[in-house]
């Protein structure tokens, strides 16, 4: 009974056909199961053994690691990106902290309660409400232009970098 529903289940599991982006998510899943079941990892020498398996050429898998790389890195500039911006949030909140605590001290000493200390806060309150919002909001296209814009910055800071040390390795090497 059991082995029936088994092989009918398998018959059907032969007759079905998938989409190329079914394919891929299952076999990822397996190799996936398998390299967790055994903690293992792979080397660029099997990952070619494995394509080779299912005949896919080594200028296609060099060129999809080439993409993977691409893409790792973008997912670090992401992370360094919000990391960045976190810490600006951080910098503008102590800012607020200070401001505010400020007119809550100025406003008790001059009537000794607190009165027009709680309008300001409640306005600033709104701000660092939408500075939370823009901030830690990862999605979107406002995101994605703040994020274009600081790495755009980061590429040229990082490139001014690099013709200055080299500049000074030349300075440094003709003095010598």
Known sequence: MIR????????????????????????QLAIARQANAQNQEFSYEQ???????LQISP?????AQQDWLAQQTEV??????????????KKRLGNYAII??????????GGGTLSWSLYIILSCG????LDIWNTFLSKGEDYELAFQKWNRQHQIKQTLNTIINKWFK????SST
């Open 76 to 89: 670090k500039q992401r992370q360094a990106f919000d990391i960045y911006r976190r810490s600006k949030f």
């Open 47 to 53: 990952i070619l053994e494995i394509a080779g398996e």
């Open 170 to 173: 030349a300075l440094f090497i």
């Open 59 to 63: 200028d296609a898998v060099q060129a």
């Open 126 to 129: 709104l701000f660092i409400t």
């Open 4 to 27: 029936d529903k088994i092989m009918t289940a398998f018959e059907h599991d032969s007759l079905r056909t998938y989409s190329q982006e079914d394919v891929q998510h299952i076999l």
């Open 100 to 109: 505010n605590s400020f007119f809550l001290v100025a406003d008790f000493i």
